[in-house]
């Protein structure tokens, strides 16, 4: 049961345009979300986040919108740059039964930024 | 050493065999984890550990164990590697409580024939 979902698996943006890159989830008990980026051979390095209790985050040019109600979150990328090209990964967060900081990853989108 | 490092960056092993794959960090993180990568089910966690001294279970914890005798390290074991854990191995450590950024290691690409 794949909880964060990222139904595209790719994604082709021209250089200065906008990229939006979306992720659904399932289980309402999710109260923090991030959104996580990855270049080839090497590990996913932090992005932005966005907890429950907002419905939008901006840092420069990366904004987040968060609707609880759909259960939907994306992430905008504006303007597109030829270094954003890179898999991202979004994820959600909450404390499980262990108490341990619990997050599901999406399985990931890869964005092509063409100059 | 500045993050986390993983050790090897890769590995071809022989299905039976046992393997360890190092993990360090130097940020003084009290919790760390280990995640694989594979085409298609995104970053799912294998175990963690909140504190030097304990572990816990992910979700696809069978085959591996864990364990965390200092802060720094938290080496992962696959004591008799199976094909299915051919995968990409990627550690991550955060502070504990909250909801925190993970940092992660380059990873370890791990095949199993």
């Known amino acids: 049961d794949q909880q964060v979902k990222q139904n595209s698996p790719s994604l082709s943006v021209q250089e200065g345009r906008i990229s939006i890159l979306n992720c659904d989830y399932t289980?309402?008990?999710?109260?923090?979300f991030l959104w996580y980026k990855k270049y080839p051979a090497e590990g996913p390095t932090f992005l932005i986040s966005?907890?429950?209790?907002?419905d939008k985050n901006e840092d420069g040019r990366f904004t987040v919108f968060l609707n609880k109600s759909a259960k939907h979150l994306s992430l905008h990328i504006v303007p597109s740059q030829p270094g954003d090209s890179a898999v991202y990964f979004c994820?959600?967060?909450?404390?499980?039964?262990?108490?341990?900081?619990?997050?599901?990853f999406g399985t990931g989108t890869k964005l092509q930024v063409i100059p | 050493i500045a993050g986390i490092t993983q050790a090897p960056t890769s590995q071809i092993l022989a299905a039976g065999r046992r393997m360890t794959l190092r993990c360090t960090q130097d940020?003084?993180?009290?919790?760390m984890y280990w995640y694989r990568q594979d085409l298609g089910l995104g970053l799912r966690l294998i175990h963690y550990?909140?504190?030097?001294?304990?572990?816990g279970k992910g979700e696809v914890p069978d085959g591996y164990s864990v364990s965390r005798a200092n802060t720094d390290d938290f080496p992962l074991t696959l004591a008799s590697a199976v094909p299915s854990q051919t995968s990409v191995y990627f550690c991550?450590?955060?502070?504990?409580?909250?909801?925190?950024?993970?940092?992660f290691g380059p990873g370890t690409r791990l095949t199993v024939l």
């Open positions: 550990s909140n504190t030097a001294g304990t572990t």
């Open positions: 289980n309402s008990m999710f109260d923090y």
């Open positions: 940020m003084r993180h009290n919790a």
């Open positions: 991550a450590s955060s502070e504990v409580g909250g909801y925190n950024e993970q940092f």
């Open positions: 966005i907890s429950s209790i907002k």
């Open positions: 994820a959600a967060t909450g404390v499980s039964s262990g108490g341990y900081q619990k997050v599901t």
